[in-house]
């Protein structure tokens, strides 16, 4: 089969108009035969870059060589090494930064789709029942996992296939954190890939406890003490919003994105058979410009409305994905850059009813290394919109942290980790994730599931 030398191979999507009214996936990805042509643009380096940008690690070039002969089973396996949520990845990592971003393709053409061809060997496994192995011996040696979302499961999977009796103790309802409950429905599906994803873990033989929240139902020191466990991971993840401080910010028709989207995403208000309350606003505006915002967005344009993104930077600042930025101005989305907020104009009813906001212009970079924004003076001018949902950011909940006796966190309240290892300041409690980055990507989440999972195991050894 001939490859297409420069070019990637397309993939389908479902057309813009269609989809901004429904909230079926947006990419419909690789068929067999789509997948093994894309494979074969890949050039098997030597050293391959594309691993090194993968926070995981997965063996990309090995994968793809056996996508190309049409060995999906077997690039199953490849990736199965690496990653315990390859069909996750290949839907929500920005690969455009990380593995792609090192690809020798991209130098004087297209990349190679390593995410889509990913995704495509995770779909085909599930839909052929392909599990990952189940490992041979058990050690019986206790970890506790904090949080079951990219770096809970990444390093339970890990544990449990070293041998480890691993139980996943989560806050909420149901399994998988913020893949059910900040990811929307079009990017990823709930049913299809993350329960799936999350039923192989258990194949692993990982345990799930929901609705135990650390800190209250019981804490880090009582599983250390009285239940047996010889080690704890931390990846409770960052839930908690940040805002601005604006006048008029705490009233009705405000919301944080995390409020928003757990609403729609994990309660399934976009369900009419759910009586899950939120509000629909006819004119909603998204303050941020991260993938949050743009996921918010685009849940309230399938939910009716007309939608702004406001945000205080330029397009080439946007800190979101360029796929994502690219699939809502396809949609309809409008872009307010190079603007900011000052206050949340309110009714006699303490709703909201407009929004005030001042042009802005970039001046010199700031301590993150772009150029930070500089407000016009006498360019203030209102956006006429009657719901206002905040996407600036979160960080962790201070609930484990201030519950557990010697666990150091910093300023933001982020536990303080070893970025190898995951070792906290307190014996035989590891972190990683958002838990100590602050809110970051699912890949991300994962590698640093992964290194603690490899650190606990060394530190359980040593024992």
């Known amino acids: 089969m001939a490859a297409k030398g420069m070019t990637k191979v397309p993939v389908r999507e479902q057309d813009p108009k269609v989809r901004a ?3 079926e996936e947006v990419c419909l990805g690789y068929n067999k035969e789509e997948a093994m042509e894309e494979a074969t643009r890949c050039l098997h380096c030597k050293n391959a870059k594309c691993i090194e940008g993968c926070p995981v690690n997965i063996n990309i070039p090995d994968f793809i060589a056996e996508v190309k002969e049409g060995n999906i089973e077997e690039a199953y396996k490849v990736i199965s090494k690496s990653s315990a949520l390859p069909a996750i990845c290949g839907r929500v990592c920005p690969q455009e930064s990380q593995c792609e971003g090192k690809c020798i393709r991209g130098i004087k053409g297209e990349a190679v789709s390593i995410g889509k061809l990913e995704r495509f060997v995770a779909d085909y496994a599930r839909e052929n029942g392909i599990k990952p192995p189940a490992p041979e011996t058990s050690n019986g040696r206790k970890v506790a996992v904090i949080g079951s979302g990219p770096s809970g499961l990444t390093c339970a999977g890990d544990l449990a296939k070293l041998g480890y009796d691993v139980t996943i103790f989560e806050a909420l309802h149901e399994p998988g954190g913020v893949l059910v409950y900040g990811i ?3 990017r ?9 994803e999350v039923e192989n873990v258990k194949s692993l ?8 929240i650390i800190g ?3 804490t880090i020191d009582e599983l250390l003490d009285e239940e047996g466990f010889e080690a704890v991971f931390i990846g409770s993840g960052a839930g908690l919003p940040m805002f601005m401080g604006i006048p008029g910010e705490t009233a009705k028709g405000v919301f944080s994105a995390n409020e928003y989207l757990t609403r729609n995403n994990l309660m399934k208000a976009f369900r009419e058979d759910y009586d899950t309350p939120i509000v629909k606003g006819q004119k909603v505006a998204v303050v941020g410009g991260g993938n949050v915002a743009m996921d918010a967005a685009r849940t309230a344009l399938r939910l009716g ?5 406001v945000y205080r930077r330029s397009e080439a600042e946007l800190p979101a994905r360029a796929e994502e930025v690219h699939h809502a101005k396809e949609e309809g989305i409008i872009f307010d850059l190079l603007t900011n907020p000052t206050e949340i104009l309110v009714d006699e009813n303490d709703a909201v009813r407009g929004m005030r906001c001042i042009r802005m212009e970039l001046g010199e970079p700031d301590a993150s290394g772009r150029r930070r924004p500089v407000a016009i003076p006498g360019s203030e001018f209102d956006l006429d919109v009657d719901t206002v949902i905040m996407s600036l950011g979160t960080s ?11 666990l150091d966190v910093n300023r933001r309240k982020c536990i303080i980790a070893d970025e190898e290892t995951g070792q906290t300041s307190k014996t035989a409690v590891f972190a990683g994730g958002d838990a100590v980055t602050g809110a970051a990507t699912v890949i991300l989440a994962m590698g640093a599931g992964k290194a603690a999972a490899k650190g606990i195991h060394e530190f359980l050894s040593a024992k």
Do not use: Y
């Open 21 to 23: 009214t429904n909230f």
């Open 184 to 186: 929307p429905e079009f």
């Open 188 to 196: 990823l599906p709930k049913l299809d890939v993350v329960a799936k």
């Open 205 to 212: 033989g990982v345990k799930i406890e929901t609705n135990v």
């Open 216 to 218: 209250k139902s019981v």
């Open 305 to 309: 409305a007309e939608v702004h993104i």
């Open 396 to 406: 962790p909940n201070p609930l484990i942290s201030s519950t557990t006796i010697g």
